[in-house]
C-alpha cells in the first residue's frame, strides 16, 4: 500500500509539472543545470546468490493436510516454514511448524501453530475456529490438536479434548465435560474419569490446567494427585488436594494405604549434571538429547569473553560444538533433537549436525509479506 501510495504521488507530481509547462503564457524563467552521469563498472559487483535450501521429501509426505502415521519416519522434528511478523505486540513473530524427519526430509508443510514434545509423545496445534480452547491454548485461541508418537508411527485427533499432564509414559487430557482419559505411549486410553466425579472438591465450574489450578501429577503408573487453589473459579488460600486411582478410575479423598499425601520425589531425579567450567560462557545447564539420551550443555558464549554472547553448545566435556545458534525470536531455546540443532540462517531455517556442524536441512522461510 505505501508503495502504491508512493507511485500515486509521484505520477500526480510529473503530470502536475506537464501541466505547467504545456500553460499558454508559461516560460522558463532558468535553464535546468546539467546532470552529471554516474557510471558503474558492473563487473565489479557479485551478483546475489540466494543461500540454496537443502531439503527432500519423504513418502509419506502429506503438503498441508496433517500427516498419516507411518512406521518408517523415524525422529520428528519441528521446522519454522512461515511467520508473521508483529508490531507493538508481547512477540515480534508467530511462527508456523512444519514436520521434517531427521535425513532433512519433508513430512508437511508448515501448518502447525505449535508442536509440543514430551517423553513419548508430540502434540501438534493447527488453528481451528471449530477447535478447542482449553486450558493449554495460547491467548485464548481456538485448536484442533493430534497427539502422536515422536516418531510418528501412530496419531489420534482429540476432537474435544486438550492436554493436562504427562509423565511415566502417561498422557492425559480433559474434554468440555470435564472428564479426563489417561492415555499410554501406545496411543490408547487405559482409564477415563468422569466429570461428575470432580464437583464434590471443585464445582462445575473446571479448567484443567488452568492459573490457580486444578493440576494433577504422578510418580507412578498407580496414582494421581490433583491439587487446586480454586473452587468453581473462586480461589482459596488453602488448597484442595484428592487424588486419582489410576487402576479402577476411582477419584478419594485420601490416598491408599502406602502412599504419602505428597509426591515424594526421588532427589536423583532432582539432581542435574555439573556443567564443565568454560572460559567464555555463562548460564550453561545440561540438555539431554530426548532421542538419543546424549548429555549436552547449552548457554551463553563468546571466544573472547566479551559480548555479543551467543547460544552455543558443548558436549560433555565442555567442547564447542556449536556457536552462535540463535533462533532470534521464533523459540526461547534451541530445538535439540536426534543428533541436530536448529539454527537461524540468512532467512532459513536449519538443521545442523551437533557432532561435526554439516548442515543437514535449510529451508527458507517466507512471510505473510512474500
Known amino acids: 500500500m505505501k508503495r502504491q501510495i508512493a507511485a500515486a504521488l509521484l505520477l500526480a507530481f510529473l503530470l502536475t509539472g506537464c501541466a505547467a509547462q504545456n500553460t499558454p503564457g508559461a516560460e522558463l524563467t532558468q535553464e535546468a543545470d546539467p546532470q552529471s552521469a554516474v557510471y558503474t563498472d558492473w563487473s565489479k559487483l557479485t551478483p546475489y546468490a540466494p543461500p540454496q535450501e537443502i531439503y527432500g521429501f519423504h513418502a509419506g509426505y502429506s503438503a498441508y493436510d496433517d500427516f498419516a502415521p507411518r512406521d518408517d519416519y523415524g525422529a520428528l522434528l519441528p521446522y519454522v516454514g512461515k511467520y508473521v511478523p508483529m508490531s507493538m505486540y508481547v512477540i515480534e513473530a508467530l511462527p508456523l511448524y512444519g514436520i521434517v524427519?531427521?535425513?532433512?526430509?519433508?513430512?508437511?508443510?508448515?501448518?502447525?501453530?505449535?508442536?509440543?514434545?514430551?517423553?513419548?509423545?508430540?502434540?501438534?496445534?493447527?488453528?481451528?475456529?471449530?477447535?478447542?480452547?482449553?486450558?493449554?491454548?495460547?491467548?485464548?485461541?481456538?485448536?484442533?490438536?493430534?497427539?502422536?508418537?515422536?516418531?510418528?508411527?501412530?496419531?489420534?485427533?482429540?476432537?474435544?479434548?486438550y492436554y493436562v499432564a504427562s509423565g511415566k509414559?502417561?498422557?492425559?487430557?480433559?474434554?468440555?465435560?470435564?472428564?479426563?482419559?489417561?492415555?499410554?505411549?501406545?496411543?490408547?486410553?487405559?482409564?477415563?474419569?468422569?466429570?461428575?466425579?470432580?464437583?464434590?472438591?471443585?464445582?462445575?465450574?473446571?479448567?484443567?490446567?488452568?492459573?490457580?489450578?486444578?493440576?494433577?501429577?504422578?510418580?507412578?503408573?498407580?496414582?494421581?494427585?490433583?491439587?487446586?487453589?480454586?473452587?468453581?473459579?473462586?480461589?482459596?488460600?488453602?488448597?484442595?488436594?484428592?487424588?486419582?486411582?489410576?487402576?479402577?478410575?476411582?477419584?478419594?479423598?485420601?490416598?491408599?494405604?502406602?502412599?504419602?499425601?505428597?509426591?515424594?520425589?526421588?532427589?536423583?531425579?532432582?539432581?542435574?549434571?555439573?556443567?564443565?567450567?568454560?572460559?567464555g560462557a555463562h548460564g550453561l545447564y545440561p540438555y539431554y538429547d530426548p532421542v538419543t539420551g546424549e548429555l549436552y550443555f547449552c548457554g551463553y558464549y563468546s571466544a573472547d569473553g566479551e559480548p555479543p554472547y551467543h547460544p552455543?553448545?558443548?558436549?560433555?566435556?565442555?567442547?564447542?560444538?556449536?556457536?552462535?545458534?540463535?533462533?532470534?525470536?521464533?523459540?526461547?531455546?534451541?530445538?535439540?533433537?536426534a543428533g541436530l540443532c536448529s539454527t537461524i540462517e540468512d532467512g532459513c531455517f536449519c538443521y545442523r549436525s551437533v557432532k561435526d556442524r554439516s548442515l543437514v536441512f535449510r529451508k527458507r522461510m517466507e512471510t505473510n509479506l512474500d
Open 169 to 279: 509414559g502417561m498422557l492425559m487430557t480433559a474434554s468440555a465435560d470435564n472428564s479426563l482419559a489417561l492415555w499410554n505411549a501406545q496411543g490408547e486410553v487405559v482409564m477415563r474419569f468422569d466429570g461428575t466425579l470432580f464437583e464434590p472438591y471443585l464445582g462445575e465450574n473446571i479448567v484443567w490446567g488452568d492459573e490457580g489450578g486444578p493440576w494433577v501429577d504422578w510418580a507412578d503408573e498407580r496414582l494421581g494427585y490433583v491439587t487446586s487453589f480454586q473452587v468453581n473459579r473462586e480461589y482459596f488460600e488453602q488448597g484442595v488436594r484428592f487424588y486419582l486411582d489410576f487402576t479402577d478410575g476411582s477419584v478419594m479423598a485420601e490416598p491408599p494405604e502406602g502412599y504419602p499425601a505428597e509426591i515424594e520425589y526421588d532427589e536423583n531425579i532432582l539432581r542435574e549434571p555439573v556443567p564443565p567450567k568454560i572460559e
Open 101 to 161: 524427519t531427521a535425513k532433512g526430509e519433508l513430512v508437511t508443510e508448515p501448518i502447525y501453530a505449535e508442536m509440543r514434545y514430551f517423553d513419548d509423545f508430540m502434540l501438534l496445534y493447527r488453528g481451528d475456529p471449530e477447535g478447542v480452547s482449553g486450558g493449554d491454548s495460547y491467548a485464548g485461541g481456538r485448536f484442533s490438536r493430534t497427539l502422536a508418537a515422536p516418531d510418528g508411527s501412530w496419531t489420534r485427533e482429540l476432537t474435544d479434548s
Open 312 to 337: 552455543s553448545f558443548f558436549d560433555s566435556e565442555g567442547r564447542l560444538l556449536l556457536e552462535d545458534s540463535s533462533m532470534l525470536y521464533f523459540e526461547d531455546a534451541n530445538i535439540l533433537r
